[in-house]
């Protein structure tokens, strides 16, 4: 069963910067395309960002594109997200999600397509 583990959340002030890690156990991390959504207040789970399997092809959703980068770290198993210039309306709880796949270098940018899910974590940015 794999597993993954959010971190890194907190409350900061606009304009500042966090870095989200997910810890992923239970499987090969090299066979596990790695992806990023986030739930807001009184809204759907909207997806954020992504990378294909062992950290190949990067997508994001157009509001965060040039703030946020993703990234893995494949020896530490870990999926990072690097958010810069906080906004507001990034507030939401970040989730971690992973898709196990044999294909190198497609992202994948829809909830459906995802096997597994972290717990979430909170990140609320204040103006």
């Known amino acids: 069963q794999v597993q993954l583990v959010e971190s890194g959340g907190g409350l900061v002030q606009a304009g500042v910067s966090l870095r989200l890690s997910c810890a992923v156990s239970?499987?090969?991390?090299?066979?596990?395309?790695m992806g990023w959504f986030r739930r807001a207040p009184g809204k759907d789970r909207e997806f954020v960002a992504a990378?294909?399997?062992?950290?190949?092809?990067?997508g994001y959703q157009d509001s965060v594109q040039g703030r946020f980068t993703i990234s893995v770290d494949n020896a530490k198993n870990t999926v990072y997200l690097q958010m810069n210039s906080l906004k507001p309306e990034d507030t939401a709880v970040y989730y971690c999600?992973?898709?196990?796949?044999?294909?190198?270098?497609?992202?994948?940018?829809?909830?459906?397509?995802?096997?597994?899910w972290g717990q979430g974590t909170q990140v609320t940015v204040s103006s």
């Open positions: 999600a992973a898709k196990t796949t044999y294909v190198f270098g497609p992202y994948y940018n829809r909830e459906s397509e995802y096997d597994y």
């Open positions: 239970g499987r090969p991390f090299s066979s596990l395309a």
């Open positions: 990378i294909g399997r062992s950290g190949g092809n990067t």
